[in-house]
């Protein structure tokens, strides 16, 4: 390990990055980190879109990516072309007129695999990614082609890496997620230029690991979960690096592992040269409601010096943190949240924000014009029942007992004061806000819903000045950029997921700007070969299914889809799929055909049996 830091030290002492040249020299123009900055502000100074013009935008072009799975990638612009993924498709797209310059198409080495990615990080002419089956890859950001591919988690024992990596100084960052699995969490950082591993840190202590003795029952740690499938922040005036921790496991049976859990449901700040523990702050001690954090904390100075770390999580708060008290300054919830038993019953409980509520993968921004956070959120309540009895099976789901939704599920969008918490305005959506929020020096915030609706607010008042459907759920990344001095907004629209509580629509990155004039261009799919057989029904059951039933068809305790033989036939299930009920998306026959329904079908029965 000594050599490792020895070798990491020699990579941080190295010049200046391309990524910080970048930055210096066309400040604004391009947006070349997830959230547009290590500090993950996401605040864009371009101001050419504005409050006097807001209404004039237009789609100037759009361009499928990939066939029917979720997408939640961020997007990545850099000299003209922006980055973006879905859980096996990496795309390299021009930025003024969507046309597609590389794709790579990633063969996963496991048979059972996840279906969704957070996205990318570009890094010195380099694309990091993590893969489907666990691996952590580099492409040449020119042409797409492979350079190095390290495995990373082990998906036999639930382990995948759906988060999106950071990039600072030739070291990639990393984490590993599968909390309702029993993973044991952990964030990594590789070498830039061979992929090697420098150093790792558990967040599941265990031994003389600090936080150890917060799991007081004997040997849960070791399953605990901690996942990691959102982004990190980072600090670079202090080297510090800021990971959001997932839910413990079991997730409901806290009988399972009583304790304070840690570092589950905190955010981690560790040293990014070593991997050290600096300090932390946990939201949710001995969490049973699935409270964990997603989103990268938002990194900001007030006057007097104080610097500031604001926390968006599924507990529906924005919670806002001293870091050098280490304590919490205020706590502002933004979606509905009610007052709930201490410990799950086996009656069942209600329970908002739910286990797909309150704030997830993209967090708040920050609106440096009006001193605001504007964060997105769900708003979605839950029936939660404790189970008889958690047993623990390496790479199965087990909640520990069984969820549904109760009742619809909508959305927030909801701009605080900075530095007091005090509400500024909100914005009802009829559909989640899960989409990136972005801010810009225009006085103009950029949010999108799940119902397909790009949402154009006037930062200050929160009145809406642009309201547009673009056909399908706004599920990933939101930005906006400079190219040949004219200012454009791209964003990713489509998405079949768990949080598909709204429209659907396959994978697309759209772009708008100022006046478009020419009618909008759809450029041709890029989407997944076409194909039949029992291979096209994995790709599509890993793609679209697994992330709700898991890639062993067990994810939901009383639709275990590894036993469907013994509750239906062929001809049944497949008439589930063409017609299904509420929350499972009708995809049938708009998305998928009849040969992939038959194909999807064929797999259940030939190879998800057990």
Request: hydrophobic content about 40%; charged content about 20%.
């Amino acid at each position: 390990m000594t050599t490792k830091k020895a070798l990491l030290a020699t990579i941080l002492s190295a010049s200046i990055s391309t990524l910080a040249l970048a930055q210096s020299a066309a400040v604004g123009a391009q947006w070349l980190t997830y959230n547009n900055g290590l500090d993950s502000q996401r605040f864009s100074s371009l101001k050419q879109i504005n409050t006097q013009n807001a209404t004039q935008l237009g789609q100037v072009c759009k361009v499928q990516i990939d066939g029917p799975t979720s997408f939640h990638g961020g997007l990545i612009v850099s000299d003209g072309v922006i980055y973006t993924a879905t859980a096996r498709e990496t795309v390299a797209v021009n930025a003024s007129s969507c046309e597609v310059i590389w794709k790579y198409d990633y063969q996963p080495e496991d048979e059972r695999y996840g279906g969704s990615s957070r996205g990318v990080a570009l890094h010195n002419g380099r694309v990091f990614r993590g893969t489907c089956d666990g691996r952590l890859i580099a492409l040449d950001a020119k042409n797409g082609q492979l350079l190095w591919k390290n495995q990373i988690a082990n998906p036999a024992l639930g382990e995948s890496t759906s988060a999106a990596p950071l990039a600072w100084q030739n070291v990639i960052y990393m984490g590993i997620a599968g909390s309702e699995l029993g993973v044991r969490g952990r964030v990594m950082a590789y070498d830039a230029v061979s992929g090697h591993e420098l150093w790792r840190f558990n967040t599941i202590p265990m031994g003389n690991e600090t936080g150890a003795e917060t799991w007081t029952r004997a040997g849960t740690a070791k399953t605990g979960g901690g996942g990691i499938w959102g982004a990190m922040s980072l600090d670079v005036s202090t080297g510090e690096l800021f990971v959001s921790v997932g839910n413990p496991w079991p997730d409901i049976d806290i009988g399972y592992r009583p304790g304070k859990n840690l570092f589950t449901n905190s955010t981690v700040v560790l040293d990014a040269s070593t991997g050290n523990l600096k300090w932390w702050y946990q939201v949710s001690p001995s969490d049973w409601k699935d409270l964990d954090l997603v989103a990268a904390p938002v990194l900001y100075r007030v006057e007097g010096g104080r610097d500031l770390m604001a926390i968006g999580g599924k507990d529906g708060y924005v919670t806002v943190v001293d870091r050098d008290t280490k304590k919490a300054v205020f706590r502002t919830p933004v979606t509905t949240v009610e007052d709930i038993y201490k410990k799950p019953s086996r009656e069942g409980s209600r329970m908002c924000p739910g286990y797909a509520g309150g704030v997830e993968w993209n967090g708040p921004a920050l609106d440096r014009l009006n001193g605001a956070l504007i964060t997105g959120a769900v708003d979605v309540c839950f029936k939660v029942t404790l189970g008889d009895g958690t047993v623990y099976k390496p790479g199965e789901a087990n909640f520990g007992g069984m969820v549904e939704p109760a009742g619809d599920a909508t959305g927030w969008v909801t701009a605080i004061d900075s530095l007091t918490g005090a509400v500024r305005w909100k914005y009802h959506a009829e559909k989640p806000v899960v989409s990136g929020i972005t801010p810009t020096a225009g006085g103009v915030t950029f949010a999108g819903d799940l119902a397909g609706n790009f949402l154009v607010f006037d930062s200050k008042s929160g009145a809406v000045l642009n309201k547009m459907n673009i056909g399908g759920a706004m599920a990933g990344g939101l930005v906006t950029y400079e190219l040949g001095g004219k200012q454009y907004v791209a964003f990713a629209a489509g998405n079949i997921s768990r949080n598909a509580f709204g429209d659907v629509g396959l994978p697309s990155v759209m772009i708008m700007t100022l006046n478009p004039g020419a009618p909008a261009k759809a450029v041709g799919a890029t989407g997944a070969s076409a194909s039949s057989g029992i291979a096209n029904g994995r790709r599509l059951y890993s793609q679209v299914c697994a992330s709700c039933h898991g890639t062993d068809g067990n994810f939901i305790a009383d639709k275990k889809l590894g036993t469907l033989a013994k509750r239906m036939d062929n001809a049944a299930a497949s008439a589930v799929i063409k017609n299904p009920k509420s929350p499972m998306p009708k995809l049938y026959p708009e998305l998928i055909n009849e040969q992939s329904v038959a194909d999807v079908t064929r797999f259940l029965f030939e190879e998800l049996q057990h």
